[in-house]
């Protein structure tokens, strides 16, 4: 028996070619074993031996690395999307603005601008297979976009992961036979503190609940602040838990997807579970009826306030968690030929319904406080952190085995939080080091000093007066500056890129062309209604604040600078490409790939067609 191997152009008159594949598929040989002549006929038998995996492309780089397995991407994204906010802010949106009749400004937003904007990131990065910078080779000039996004991870990431220390410092202290949020006879209590369910008084302005001190005196020790110039030391108990959740994040992420595609299989399924055990629960209370009544209460002249669409259009952005860069690494790590187009449906409709099934949570433990302590619903609907570290831990102290309810709770949020700052480090993480090739190689080291610079930063938020930097950042590190970069990322991809070769790209993956519809929002809808957004964002702008407390004037200035330090990295890019590439504005506006057709002057964006086709 004889054994050759030769390359597939030598076998044309022996083997019948194989169909063109896509231009990501590697070099192919095929292994000719030559069996056996009768008649003079050659029967033979061939193999197709693909190139390994793990092994160096022709142009020297190694292979990218992809999902173990799809549902591992599908978790990752959803456990991004759906966090913390899906539990405080949508259901008490509902509420305050109109109940069901929210729903539709928000399911209007949604399809015109949310899915859209999705789609479009899951598709830019599996396209490219790069991150969040790296991607901007098919239109150099908005690069600073990449790194706008990447900035406002990380500025996001010194305060997110305050939360999930919160979350553990409250799970640790429910590991007690009696909740430490019952009573107002511990040591961090003040004379204001009062039983709300006992005294007759407690809606009294000067009145505050064992549960709200807790929050604020036991866990955040705010009393011992003046104010945010007065920060003091780091305390050590909320120390130790952030760096926990510092721990839990390096070993999530340090090998790339091979480890976060797992760990998502536990935080990302888990609030699921907890959700509905305690929606199980939630409803079984008395009151809880009449909270889920006004919950899904219905006053369309709500919808004739301009406010209510501005906050559901809002709320639509960061609820999916477009222009953060993270879907955009999260699918760089897909196969080429992976339908981006249904994992866009199915993981932002999730989203969706999981905020619209968290109200049902919600409503029925507060349905239930505002019937045991005989107040309007009002008085204990509240957005914001207060609701889940305050409301919810007073609620779930009042049940039988009120030990055990806070422990399931209080693991939700850990979940909720932990696979959310992972897909925010991870964005920082694959777009800088998809920037800066030579870090692929040290990419343990390189996770291990983000997520110590990220720990470090976060100090200031456990001092005592580290509320009002928690707040601070809150307020300006992904707000405007958020809108601001999808704004010029659906501008930079359907104008200038154009909507026509984005929709070749996608066409090449999937087998299947963007409809019209898709394109008109890409082109027109998303791009008009983020500028809307945007302009508002400024015009209403008010400064932030913790309480009674007001932020002085430099506290302020700082917050606005770390906005603009953000978003300010998409003209200095700019200004960059245009002064160091040689052609100028052709180059810089031109794909990387299409440099040599502005060598012979032809440029696409300098024709009229360019611009109007769809």
């Given at each position: ?312 259009a809002t709320q639509i952005c960061f609820s999916l968690g477009v222009g953060f860069g993270v879907l955009i690494a999260f699918s760089s790590y897909n196969k080429f030929g992976n339908n981006c187009y249904r994992d866009a449906i199915i993981t932002s409709s999730i989203n969706s319904l999981t905020s619209f ?69 991870e964005s920082v993480i694959t777009g800088l080091i998809d920037e800066f090739k030579f870090l692929h190689k040290h990419r343990e080291l390189f996770t291990l000093f983000i997520v110590v610079a990220t720990f470090l930063i976060s100090l ?155």
């Amino acid at each position: 028996m004889l054994t050759e191997k030769v390359p597939v152009g030598v076998m044309s008159s022996v083997v019948a070619p194989e169909k063109p594949t896509s231009n990501t598929m590697g070099p192919k040989e095929v292994e000719l074993i030559l069996v056996k002549e009768q008649n003079g006929v050659q029967f033979t038998s061939t193999t197709l031996a693909a190139p390994n995996q793990n092994q160096a492309n022709p142009s020297g780089e190694e292979e990218r690395e992809t999902w173990g397995k799809k549902i591992d991407f599908l978790l990752s994204v959803i456990g991004f999307a759906v966090d913390l906010a899906n539990v405080w802010r949508f259901p008490y949106l509902c509420y305050k603005n109109g109940g069901g009749a929210f729903l539709v400004p928000y399911l209007f937003f949604m399809v015109i601008a949310g899915m859209p904007l999705f789609y479009m990131e899951l598709a830019l990065g599996q396209y490219n297979r790069e991150g969040a910078a790296g991607v901007w080779k098919i239109c150099p000039i908005f690069k600073g976009v990449g790194f706008t996004v990447i900035l406002i991870s990380l500025y996001v990431g010194f305060y997110y992961n305050v939360i999930i220390s919160w979350a553990l410092f409250y799970l640790f202290s429910s590991f007690t036979s009696e909740l430490p949020w019952v009573h107002c006879n511990n040591t961090w209590n003040s004379p204001n503190c009062s039983d709300w369910a006992d005294n007759s008084l407690a809606s009294d302005i000067y009145k505050t609940t064992p549960a709200h001190e807790y929050f604020e005196r036991a866990v955040l020790h705010i009393q011992d602040s003046n104010g945010i110039d007065d920060l003091g030391r780091p305390r050590w108990q909320l120390t130790s838990c952030l760096a926990v959740v510092i721990v839990l994040l390096y070993f999530s992420l340090w090998k790339g997807v091979k480890t976060s595609g797992k760990v998502v299989w536990i935080t990302a399924t888990m609030p699921y579970v907890v959700l509905t055990v305690l929606l199980l629960r939630g409803v079984t209370l008395p009151g809880a009826i009449d909270g889920i009544k006004a919950y899904l209460s219905v006053d369309f002249l709500k919808l004739c306030d301009a406010k209510v669409w501005i906050e559901a259009a809002t709320q639509i952005c960061f609820s999916l968690g477009v222009g953060f860069g993270v879907l955009i690494a999260f699918s760089s790590y897909n196969k080429f030929g992976n339908n981006c187009y249904r994992d866009a449906i199915i993981t932002s409709s999730i989203n969706s319904l999981t905020s619209f099934f968290s109200g049902f949570v919600v409503f029925s433990f507060l349905g239930y406080m505002s019937y045991k302590h005989k107040v309007d619903l009002d008085k204990v609907a509240i957005d914001g952190a207060g609701l889940v570290f305050v409301i919810y831990p007073e609620a779930i102290a009042t049940l039988p085995g009120s030990s055990v309810w806070a422990v399931i709770f209080f693991i939700m949020l850990l979940t909720l939080g932990i696979d959310s700052a992972m897909g925010g480090m991870e964005s920082v993480i694959t777009g800088l080091i998809d920037e800066f090739k030579f870090l692929h190689k040290h990419r343990e080291l390189f996770t291990l000093f983000i997520v110590v610079a990220t720990f470090l930063i976060s100090l200031f938020c456990v001092t005592n007066g580290g509320m009002y930097v928690f707040t601070l950042l809150d307020h300006f590190a992904a707000g405007t500056s958020i809108l601001f970069g999808v704004l010029i990322e659906a501008i930079g991809i359907a104008w200038f890129y154009g909507v026509d070769r984005f929709s070749d790209d996608i066409e090449e993956m999937i087998g299947q062309r963007p409809g019209r519809y898709w394109r008109l929002c890409w082109k027109f809808v998303s791009p008009c209604l983020l500028l809307c957004m945007v302009v508002v964002s400024f015009a209403t702008f008010n400064p932030p604040n913790y309480g009674p407390y007001m932020f002085p004037p430099w506290a302020n200035m700082v917050g606005w600078c770390l906005a603009m330090s953000s978003m300010a990295m998409v003209p200095l890019y700019a200004i960059y490409k245009l002064c160091t590439l040689p052609g100028k504005l052709a180059y810089a506006i031109t794909p990387e790939t299409e440099h040599h057709l502005v060598d012979n002057g032809e440029v696409r964006q300098f024709t009229l067609q360019h611009w109007l086709v769809v």
